[in-house]
């Protein structure tokens, strides 16, 4: 089953995010050294909109679609706006349970990330990677990782690259990532723990037996 309107559902999760103009995370870091990464996060969540419209507008025409869609989709949100996006949220919810339903999966079994471990410094360029597990945070499916294997010498990427800055950055976390350990994610409907855990037991025991096996890497989400 593949997953209905993900592009969507990252628009509403990053909307949702920084719908307080980063005010939650602000009072969190009070009076804390902040990391450079989370200050550029913060930056553009306080842009006002004209100047939110302008960047997005240099970053499309410089081919940079991935940094303008994640621009775009930050900011404060009004009361109305708020509302809108959780019930954009609910029936996003209901369509991805639909799908299941249409297709007669109660598990689902995917990567926990689009890239292997990121090199320092690249996380900034690379939200959107994460967007298996957002997609899970969202609906609030209940989800976990298992240690499958680790990356093989030759087949670190086999990715084609112009002039996008994510889409490079990306390659240049694959290239030399021989040995990295990969794994898998699995996901389930709500208050359907047991399930998960029980699809995480089975693909554990099916894993740890292979050679190169990266031990204690299986991680349970609520």
Known sequence: MASPEVERAMRVYFSLLSADGGEALRRTLSGSEVDPRIRTVMQAQTLAPAARAAVVWALRQAGQKHLGALIAT?????????????????????????????????????????????????????????????????????????????????????????????????RAVEVGSAGLPVGVQVAGRMWREDQVLAVMKALEDAFSVRAGYPVGMSVPRA
């Open 74 to 170: 930050s900011g404060v949100k009004t009361p109305g706006e708020q509302r809108l996006l959780r019930q954009e949220r609910v029936a996003y919810r209901e369509q991805f349970v639909g799908a299941l339903d249409r297709a007669g999966v109660d598990v689902l079994i995917c990567p926990p990330f689009a890239l292997p471990a990121l090199r320092h410094g690249t996380s900034r360029f690379l939200q959107r990677a994460a967007s298996y597990t957002m997609l899970y945070n969202l609906l609030g499916f209940p989800a976990g990782t298992v240690a499958a294997g680790r990356v093989r010498s030759g087949e670190e990427s086999d990715r084609t690259v112009g002039r996008e800055l994510t889409l490079r950055v990306a």
